[in-house]
T-cell receptor, first 109, second 113 residues
Framework: NAGVTQTPKFQVLKTGQSMTLQCAQD?????MYWYRQDPGMGLRLIYY???????DKGEVPNGYNVSRLNKREFSLRLESAAPSQTSVYFC????????FGPGTRLTVT | AQSVTQPDIHITVSEGASLELRCNYS??????LFWYVQSPGQGLQLLLK??????LVQGIKGFEAEFKRSQSSFNLRKPSVHWSDAAEYFC???????????FGAGTTVTVRA
């Protein structure tokens, strides 16, 4: 089992560019999540998906969109990147406890 | 909505000394509680969790945590730290009727020789 995988590992964007962060899990979990991690703020939930076909906003959804493509995959899209979105992004999946991916370090200049 | 407070931003301990990290939560009912560890540049690894039952929970790497409902706390302890325990530790709470985790801001642990 690979667990939770994320691509890319690193990304640099210019303000206004768009990109999609990919996440996949092979544990057959129903729930999947996207978090951002910023210094001194812990992890904050951006969006989550309790099951295939459903998505809900978390604490900090503005500027992001998500797609639960199927049970395995949950992508996060930045339509027009802003410097405030510079962060480390973690995907997680859960069936009682959450398993985290290795993270994507995103810099927006 | 649930929330978590980790009062200590940074703790320094000597190798071999005991460690206690504090966590207080706010939630109206019985929460699900978790401790995660994050080494530099890595993702989060689950140390232990509390759902119900025995309030003293054993985890991996020699860690344990105690749920105290009266104090709304879930403090993490280790009797004797190793240099490899230097990392950032996060407490998290999940409501028993939703799917969302709320994290504390984290406590960074430095281990000195």
């Amino acid at each position: 089992n690979a667990g939770v995988t994320q691509t890319p590992k690193f990304q640099v964007l210019k303000t206004g560019q768009s990109m999609t962060l990919q996440c996949a899990q092979d544990m057959n979990h129903n729930s999947m999540y996207w978090y951002r991690q910023d210094p001194g703020m812990g992890l904050r939930l951006i969006y989550y998906s309790a099951s295939e076909g459903t998505t809900d906003k978390g604490e900090v959804p503005n500027g992001y969109n998500v797609s639960r493509l199927n049970k395995r995959e949950f992508s996060l899209r930045l339509e027009s990147a802003a410097p405030s979105q510079t962060s480390v992004y973690f995907c997680a999946s859960s069936e009682g406890e959450e398993y985290f991916g290795p993270g994507t370090r995103l810099t927006v200049t | 909505a649930q929330s978590v407070t980790q009062p200590d931003i940074h703790i320094t301990v000597s190798e071999g000394a005991s460690l206690e990290l504090r966590c207080n939560y706010s939630y109206g009912a019985t929460p699900y509680l978790f401790w995660y560890v994050q080494s530099p540049g890595q993702g989060l690894q689950l140390l232990l969790k509390y759902f119900s039952g025995d309030t003293l929970v054993q985890g991996i790497k020699g860690f344990e945590a105690e749920f105290k409902r009266s104090q709304s706390s879930f403090n993490l302890r280790k009797p004797s730290v190793h240099w490899s325990d230097a990392a950032e530790y996060f407490c998290a709470v999940e409501g028993s009727n939703d799917y969302k985790l709320s994290f504390g801001a984290g406590t960074t642990v430095t281990v000195r020789a």
